[in-house]
Nanobody, 124 residues
Framework: QVQLIESGGGLVQAGGSLRLSCVAS????????WGWFRQAPGKERAFVAA???????RYADSVNGRFTISRDTTKNTVFLQMNSLQPDDTADYYC??????????????????WGQGTQVTVSS
């Protein structure tokens, strides 16, 4: 079992930045990558970014160049640095642990672990 706890959400003005953190505890042999997803009101959950322990990353087109995913292997923590935030980035952000970067990016997430989410609100 893997437990994920997110933090760092909040309210920010358009153009601002936030840094989300996700601390992982527990172990699973099937967990090889970590990612961030978001769900805006009235919309389905969508992929944002993913990274594996080798540092390979993948981003959704909508955030590429503005968001950066990184990890600290010594602290079992994954980060999402979000810059140039826009009102369309407003959503609940969820940390996930899955089998690979490709699996997370293609929403092959039925066997993934999830955090409880952290809310990000971007005002115009």
């Amino acid at each position: 079992q893997v437990q994920l706890i997110e933090s760092g959400g909040g309210l920010v003005q358009a153009g601002g930045s936030l840094r989300l953190s996700c601390v992982a505890s527990g172990r699973s042999s099937s967990t090889k990558a970590w990612g961030w997803f978001r769900q805006a009101p009235g919309k389905e959950r969508a992929f944002v970014a993913a990274i594996n322990w080798s540092g390979i990353t993948r981003y959704a087109d909508s955030v590429n160049g503005r968001f950066t995913i990184s990890r600290d292997t010594t602290k079992n923590t994954v980060f999402l640095q979000m810059n140039s935030l826009q009102p369309d980035d407003t959503a609940d952000y969820y940390c996930a642990a899955g089998s690979s970067v490709v699996a997370l990016a293609t929403m092959d997430i039925q066997n993934s672990y999830w955090g409880q989410g952290t809310q990000v609100t971007v005002s115009s």
